[in-house]
């Protein structure tokens, strides 16, 4: 079969695509965008799209402006074995030196970000700015989003990271969710059969597309006066001005038949106990205000955190038999 449907791209260029003697033929990820009339940009540098601020480029940078382009793009991905990413706010992941293959879509386009309240009910796109949700809820008197002041994320990546902490997480209060997954087909799902763990859920699907969450009613004064002092205990314990992807690693999890008495600590204490608060590789250092915080600083590379959460769980593997999982995402 040939597929011959490109001729010349918006700047002119000619895009023919090669045809191999079999008949054969591939399209790269610019020409698919070019042929769907996508909005986007190839060679993209990621960095400053998170909050890292390192990494290297993505091939094309995909801005869909409805769900229907989303589709037709998650379609033709594909079928052409194209790999497809969603970045939301980029404040869990870390871009390697080498970039990302394929698109990376950003749903920040506005019909991605709706928001409508009825009653206690709120039901928000994946694009939303977290912060921007905890406080319109809070001044709603809806009691159940304040304790994720302070956690920098979009809606979408929010859920698919179970987002929380000390205070909260956001799963409890998620009652259905709209997602699209690799063939472009959108299906609903629902908190009977939503199962959120610590920072992961049974969502697989590529893509959250808008969120339904359940809240209750309460005082706006008292919530708000709660997300103000949640933020303060946040900015009081956590390196925010810092560059960093928020915690490193995940707390080790203990199963009954786990002898180890270490695996009851967090992953900071550990990090903290095996004295590596201020270690640094290259531009990388381990926090001082809080050892799970790995920190970007002048001229960090990718490359130099990888190599420092590698010695970090290296580390912790021999002085204390425990085995560190990333809580950060690397692309
Ligand atoms: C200073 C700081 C403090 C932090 N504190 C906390 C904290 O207290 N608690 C906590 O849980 N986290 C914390 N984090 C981490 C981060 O805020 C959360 O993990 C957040 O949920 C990431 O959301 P995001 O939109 O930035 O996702 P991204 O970092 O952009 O992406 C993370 C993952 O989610 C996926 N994703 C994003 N959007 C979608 C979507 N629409 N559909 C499907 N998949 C999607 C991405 O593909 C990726 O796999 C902190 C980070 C920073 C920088």
């Known amino acids: 079969m040939k597929y011959d449907v490109l001729t010349t791209d918006s700047a002119g260029t000619d895009t023919s695509l090669a045809t191999a003697?079999?008949?054969?033929?591939?399209?790269?990820?610019?020409?698919i965008l070019t042929e769907l009339g996508i909005d986007h940009q190839t060679d993209v540098p990621l960095a400053p799209l998170t909050w890292y601020g390192v990494g290297g480029h993505a091939e094309c940078l995909a801005?869909?402006?409805?769900?229907?382009?989303?589709?037709?793009?998650?379609?033709?991905?594909?079928?052409?074995?194209?790999?497809v990413r969603i970045l939301g706010s980029g404040a869990n992941l870390l871009v390697s030196d080498a970039?990302?293959?394929?698109?990376?879509?950003?749903?920040?386009?506005?019909?991605?970000?709706q928001i409508n309240i009825d009653g206690t009910k709120v039901t928000v796109g994946a694009g939303y700015d977290l912060a921007?949700?905890?406080?319109?809820?809070?001044?709603?008197?809806?009691?159940?989003?304040?304790?994720?002041a302070g956690i920098p994320a979009s809606v979408g990546g929010a859920v698919r990271m179970n987002a929380g902490g000390k205070f909260g997480?956001?799963?409890?209060?998620?009652t259905k969710v709209r997602v699209m997954d690799e063939s472009g087909e959108i299906y609903e799902r629902y908190r009977d059969d939503l199962v959120f763990g610590y920072r992961k859920s049974n969502i697989k699907a590529l893509v959250i597309l808008d969120v339904e969450f359940d809240l209750s009613e309460d005082d706006p004064n008292q919530l708000m006066k709660q997300?103000?002092?949640?933020?303060?205990?946040?900015?009081?314990?956590?390196?925010?001005?810092?560059?960093?992807?928020?915690?490193?690693?995940?707390?080790?999890l203990k199963n009954e038949n786990d002898a180890n008495p270490y695996l009851d600590y967090s992953a900071g204490k550990l990090i903290d106990m095996a004295e590596l608060k201020g270690y640094t590789i290259g531009g990388a250092s381990i926090s001082q205000r809080h050892a799970n915080f790995v920190v970007a600083g002048d001229n960090c590379t990718?490359?130099?955190?990888?190599?420092?959460?590698?010695?970090?769980?290296?580390?912790?593997?021999e002085k204390y038999g425990v085995r560190l999982k990333h809580e950060i995402v690397i692309w």
Do not use: W
């Not at 003697?21 to 020409?31: K, N, R």
């Open 302 to 317: 990718a490359t130099d955190i990888i190599n420092l959460l590698n010695h970090i769980t290296q580390t912790v593997l």
């Open 227 to 252: 997300v103000k002092e949640i933020f303060m205990y946040k900015k009081n314990t956590q390196p925010l001005a810092d560059d960093s992807a928020g915690c490193a690693f995940k707390n080790p």
């Open 169 to 174: 997480e956001i799963g409890p209060v998620v």
């Open 63 to 83: 801005k869909p402006t409805d769900e229907a382009q989303l589709a037709s793009l998650m379609q033709k991905c594909a079928q052409y074995q194209i790999p």
């Open 99 to 113: 970039g990302v293959r394929g698109v990376v879509v950003r749903l920040e386009h506005p019909n991605f970000s």
């Open 132 to 148: 921007k949700l905890v406080l319109d809820t809070a001044r709603e008197g809806l009691a159940g989003l304040e304790v994720l």
């Open 21 to 31: 003697e079999d008949g054969t033929c591939s399209m790269t990820a610019s020409q």
